[in-house]
């Protein structure tokens, strides 16, 4: 399959991912407004976390499943380490920002559900921009 498409589908689920992890997340910021504002912010970026990872997860199986079929062990090695590298840059630059800028938006007194959905979207653009540089950058897609 051709580097562009794979790098489409990637980001694809990225989104995928993103919409339901940020509607979910912002759901239990709200739900958090009685929490310290560190507390909030702390879990609900480890439950948006989990919904991601667990979506992802799915997405990106039914997505490959027939094309590391047919690959060879030492590629599919190879591959993977360039997808986990370059995904934990990702998730660096993602938390790097993410924490600050919701727990930020909570202490001006912004409501939890609208901070949570402003961070995310601030995050996950950062994000999406540093694994698709790092993909290209690695030669991975």
């Not at 979910?24 to 948006?48: K, M, P």
């Not at 001006?108 to 540089?133: K, N, R, W």
């Amino acid at each position: 399959m051709n580097g562009n498409q794979q790098l489409l589908r990637i980001n694809r689920n990225v989104i995928i991912c993103f919409v339901v992890s940020a509607s979910l997340s912002a759901v239990v910021a709200q739900a958090l407004t009685e929490q310290e504002n560190y507390l909030n912010t702390t879990i609900t970026i480890i439950f948006g976390y989990v919904v991601y990872f667990g979506i992802f997860s799915c997405l990106f199986y039914s997505d490959n499943k027939s094309r590391y079929k047919s690959m060879q062990s030492k590629q599919i090695k190879k591959e993977l380490l360039a997808l986990i590298s370059s995904f934990g840059v990702g998730e660096i630059i993602y938390l790097s920002v993410r924490w600050p800028t919701f727990y930020y938006f909570l202490e001006i007194e912004i409501e939890p559900f609208l901070a949570s959905l402003a961070s995310e979207i601030i995050a996950t653009g950062c994000y999406m921009a540093a694994v698709t540089v790092f993909l290209r950058k690695t030669k991975t897609y």
